[in-house]
């Protein structure tokens, strides 16, 4: 190291004449100062949160954004665990796809880059003022990279601790109940992140694990079928190992809306909010938009009470949203 410095001193003493220690490093400094970026250079792994949430509006969120993190990530370990020999893989995505398009939809909740990707809780678009019970929603052309959250959702998004508590089962229930699932679903309406691959296919709980035991085609990047899958095998695997709460097997009573109300109504066991939900679910995977205001009376009596998220959810609209092109798209 010495002789090097030597070296170069005499070097510059040959080329330059004679200067000062100083022009030395004046010199050099070029060497100095030329590193490299980073290959990843001004990659965003956070989720944005803009400055219109509060301090605890933006807490919330960060919390909630984690645990869609979290969701994700187990669901992607579960896939690469144990792929088609999964019970719950097979169970949504059928026996014969690829569990790379699976891995892929979960891997880039985690780790994609995050630049654009923006929440707010201000009500640019008036939606949240129009439609009090929406949890949020999707700016579409109007902002296509970003996600408004409406301040229904920091009243009735639960944590993922909850998972299999407070009458939730998967099959039952509104997967849009807790912040990780809800915001799953809202990532995958960005262009960056779902690009337009990952949407509505089947609908219902019940459209697509038909569609996964048919092999229908889709299934491995329906974006419901991606967050139910996550939320039963994180059931299955952390909340109650071995077990999880699946919901009830086999038919339910009834595929039509009013008699899923009786059914739902009659069945012990279940939390009121999750029979509102199923009730309200079928009724929309059985109508088109227009019957969002009939299936919304139906979960109506329910909607008292705190667990009143769930028929919500589903039942007074807040799972529509638009689409990039500004369509609204109700399931
Ligand atoms: C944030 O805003 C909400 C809704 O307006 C309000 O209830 C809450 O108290 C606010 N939090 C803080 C820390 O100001
Ligand atoms: C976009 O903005 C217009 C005008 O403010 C509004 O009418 C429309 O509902 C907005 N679209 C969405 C998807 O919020
Ligand atoms: C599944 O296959 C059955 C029988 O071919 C068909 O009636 C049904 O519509 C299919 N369901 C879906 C969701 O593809
Ligand atoms: C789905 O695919 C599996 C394996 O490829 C096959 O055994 C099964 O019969 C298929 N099911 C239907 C309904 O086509
Ligand atoms: C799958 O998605 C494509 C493209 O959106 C659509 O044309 C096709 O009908 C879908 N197939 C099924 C079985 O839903």
Redesign the pocket.
């Known amino acids: 190291m010495l002789s090097l410095t030597a070296n170069v001193l005499l070097f510059a003493l040959a080329v330059s004449g004679a200067p000062t220690p100083i022009e030395l490093t004046k010199r050099q400094a070029p060497f100095e100062v030329t590193e490299q970026q980073p290959w990843d250079a001004g990659a965003v792994y956070d989720f944005r949160i803009h400055s219109s949430c509060n301090a605890s509006q933006a807490y919330q969120l960060r919390q909630g954004l984690n645990e869609a993190v979290e969701l994700a990530h187990h669901a992607k370990d579960h896939v690469n665990r144990w792929g088609h020999t999964s019970d719950i893989y097979r169970k949504y995505f059928g026996t014969s796809a690829p569990t790379t398009d699976v891995i892929g939809a979960f891997d880039i909740v985690i780790n994609g880059n995050k630049e654009e990707t923006l929440f707010r809780c201000d009500d640019p678009d008036g939606n949240c003022e129009l439609m009090p019970t929406w949890g949020g929603h999707y700016r579409g052309d109007n902002a296509s990279h970003e996600t408004v959250i409406c301040p229904t959702s920091f009243f009735e998004r639960r944590p993922l601790s909850t998972l299999c508590a407070q009458g939730y089962n998967v099959r039952e229930s509104s997967r849009l109940i807790f912040w990780a699932s809800d915001l799953i679903h809202r990532l995958y309406h960005l262009p960056e992140i779902g690009q337009g691959f990952i949407d509505h296919y089947?609908e219902g709980y019940e459209?697509i694990v038909?569609?996964a035991?048919?092999n229908?085609t889709n299934t491995t990047r329906d974006s419901d079928g991606l967050q139910y899958f996550a939320l039963e095998a994180y059931a299955y695997d952390m909340i109650l190992p071995g077990e999880g709460c699946p919901g009830p097997s086999g038919p339910l009573a009834s595929e039509t809306s009013s008699s899923m109300a009786t059914a739902t109504a009659t069945s012990a066991g279940s939390a009121s909010s999750a029979s509102a939900t199923t009730t309200a679910s079928s009724a929309e995977s059985t109508a088109a938009s227009s019957a969002t205001t009939t299936s919304a009376a139906v979960a109506e009596p329910s909607s008292a009470g705190s667990d009143s998220a769930d028929a919500d959810d589903t039942a007074n609209g807040e799972n529509c949203h638009s689409h990039a092109d500004g369509s609204l798209h109700c399931v």
Request: proline share 0%; hydrophobic share 45%.
């Open positions: 089947a459209g038909e569609a035991a048919n229908s």
